[in-house]
């Protein structure tokens, strides 16, 4: 979860999203693509484990 407090304090900074109005359906939202990306990261690299 470091890259998304790394991507979201940089918007926040910057003044375009504020995380605190969010509500419960933007944090979901946020965290998705996230948890896509270290799943499809992980089966990457545990196919190219095996490949070796």
């Known amino acids: 979860m470091f890259s998304n407090l790394v ?3 940089s ?3 910057l ?3 504020d995380p605190r109005r969010w509500g419960t359906e933007g ?3 946020d965290a ?3 948890v896509a990306y ?3 990261a992980a089966a990457t ?3 190219l484990d095996r490949g070796s």
């Open 32 to 34: 998705l693509p996230y």
């Open 27 to 29: 944090w979901p939202e």
């Open 7 to 9: 991507a979201d304090g």
């Open 45 to 47: 690299l545990e196919r």
């Open 15 to 17: 003044g375009v999203t």
């Open 38 to 40: 270290g799943l499809v």
């Open 11 to 13: 918007m926040t900074a």
